[in-house]
């Protein structure tokens, strides 16, 4: 099974701060997309970070980035100098070939919230 | 653009009542799906669609009809309300190259009850 795990339910952080979001995945393919999203108290979803599995280098997007272990299936998000406007929920995601046809399947969530 | 947008943002039913969520986007994307988000459950793929005339089921489609006769369009159909179908739903789009990389343009989402 294709799965996506996310072993942090909530998390909290001070502003100005590091935090850091993990997340597994499993997966028999080699070639593959990772991502996450964050979903903000507005419901609205929001691409973040995409990781390509072939690449090595990890993706980094302003404050975002990640720590990409191809070996061990883990994906992490780092968030440097947290702001208040990080506090949302966060879904790792990641894409699934079936009957030859692309899907996205999301982790269960990471609650975060930026304290002041 | 307008993006995605999702009509109505709220919606009650009662059991066993039909309705019609919908999607449209301006974005000229092939690639279209649904999801419904629940608590503690994150997202998950009801129905989605490469182009028009062609959709395909996700991983919770039953209760769900969708068509996909315009490129822009792309309508959920509950036939039956069941409680169960209280949630959260999302539509998305991308283009097909995008999409299969999983950089899909979210809607608002509609909060739908099911009395």
């Known amino acids: 099974a294709q799965t996506v795990t996310q072993s942090q339910p909530e998390m909290s952080v001070q502003e100005a701060e590091t935090v850091t979001l993990s997340c597994t995945y499993d997966?028999?393919?080699?070639?593959?997309?990772l991502f996450w999203y964050k979903q903000p108290p507005s419901r609205q979803m929001i691409l973040v970070i995409r990781q390509e599995a072939y690449k090595q280098q990890n993706a980094t997007e302003n404050r975002f980035s990640v720590n990409f272990q191809k070996a061990a299936k883990s994906f992490s998000l780092k968030i440097s100098d947290s702001q208040l406007g990080d506090t949302a929920m966060y879904f790792c995601?990641?894409?699934?070939?079936?009957?030859?046809?692309?899907?996205?399947?999301f982790g269960k969530g990471t609650k975060l919230t930026v304290n002041p | 653009n307008a993006g995605v947008t999702q009509t109505p943002k709220f919606q009650v039913l009662k059991t066993g009542q039909s309705m019609t969520l919908q999607c449209a986007q301006d974005m000229n994307h092939e690639y279209m799906s649904w999801y419904r988000q629940d608590p503690g459950m994150g997202l998950r793929l009801i129905h989605y669609s490469v182009g028009a005339g062609i959709t395909d089921q996700g991983e919770v489609p039953n209760g769900y009809n969708v068509s996909r006769s315009t490129t822009e369009d792309f309508p959920l159909r509950l036939l039956s309300a069941a409680p169960s179908q209280t949630s959260v739903y999302f539509c998305?789009?991308?283009?097909?190259?995008?999409?299969?990389?999983?950089?899909?343009?979210f809607g608002p989402g509609t909060r739908l009850t099911v009395l």
């Open positions: 998305a789009s991308g283009s097909s190259g995008d999409a299969a990389k999983g950089e899909q343009f």
């Open positions: 997966t028999s393919e080699n070639n593959y997309y």
């Open positions: 995601a990641f894409i699934i070939t079936q009957g030859g046809s692309e899907k996205l399947v």
